[in-house]
């Protein structure tokens, strides 16, 4: 299967400091890709939809100044969280659709998460 | 809107049986369907895929079903292994909007 990689893997912060995390897919190209958020013992709430070369998607609620996100390439996002405070804390994932046909057409492969940890 | 549920919210089961995890939707509306599996802190592992036109996939000891028009799937899992303790999600891909919507997710622990 498609691998995606998201680094870091684990950060701790100030508060009021501004955080980038990465999103790569490896092995396929990805026009979109989506941004997650999962605070513990809950499921994965949407962020944003990110498609390459255009503005991201942001599902209601989430605020597009404090999360940027950008999709510059075809292998890479990156959300920045900018003045992060405690209740950002959560656990961030990406995926990435591989639309380039064939088998693995329409499928979402998602990175391994960012702990995010704001003190 | 479309709505996933996942029943059971979590499971105990002894290694070696055969066990049923279940999935709803509220709106038919759905490109495809996906199972993921997702260990403690970890990222999310998909597991089977099955699209709109399909009814089952199956891989190993997995098979999922899908019955769209009544907007359920079932993800049976044979002759649980304490390795297959996990959180398993079940989310859609819907026709408008482009995306995933999870549902909750089933805990499940096998115990040896």
């Known amino acids: 299967g498609a691998v995606v990689s998201q680094h870091p893997s684990r950060v701790i912060c100030k508060s009021g400091t501004s955080v980038k995390i990465e999103c790569r897919s490896l092995?396929?190209?990805?026009?979109?890709m989506f941004w997650y958020r999962q605070f513990p013992k809950q499921s994965l709430m949407l962020m944003a939809t990110s498609n390459e070369g255009s503005k991201a998607t942001y599902e209601q609620g989430v605020e597009k100044d404090k999360f940027l996100i950008n999709h510059a390439s075809l292998t890479l996002s990156t959300l920045t969280v900018t003045s992060a405070h405690p209740e950002d804390s959560s656990f961030y994932i990406c995926s990435a659709r591989d639309v380039g046909g064939g088998t693995l057409y329409n499928e979402q492969f998602f990175g391994p998460g960012t702990r995010l940890t704001v003190l | 809107k479309q709505e996933v549920t996942q029943i059971p919210a979590a499971l105990s089961v002894p290694e070696g049986e055969n066990l049923v995890l279940n999935c709803s939707f509220t709106?038919?509306?759905?490109?495809?369907l996906q199972w993921f599996r997702q260990d403690p802190g970890k990222g999310l592992t998909s597991l089977l895929l099955?699209?709109?036109?399909?009814r089952e996939q199956t891989s190993g000891r997995l098979n999922a079903s899908l019955d769209k028009s009544s907007g359920r799937s079932t993800l049976y899992i044979a002759a649980s292994q304490p390795g297959d303790s996990a959180t398993y999600l079940c989310?859609?891909?819907?026709?408008?909007?482009?995306?995933?919507?999870f549902g909750a997710g089933t805990i499940l622990r096998v115990k040896s």
């Open positions: 092995d396929f190209q990805a026009t979109t």
């Open positions: 709106d038919s509306a759905i490109y495809n």
């Open positions: 989310a859609v891909f819907v026709e408008y909007g482009n995306k995933l919507v």
């Open positions: 099955i699209q709109s036109s399909q």
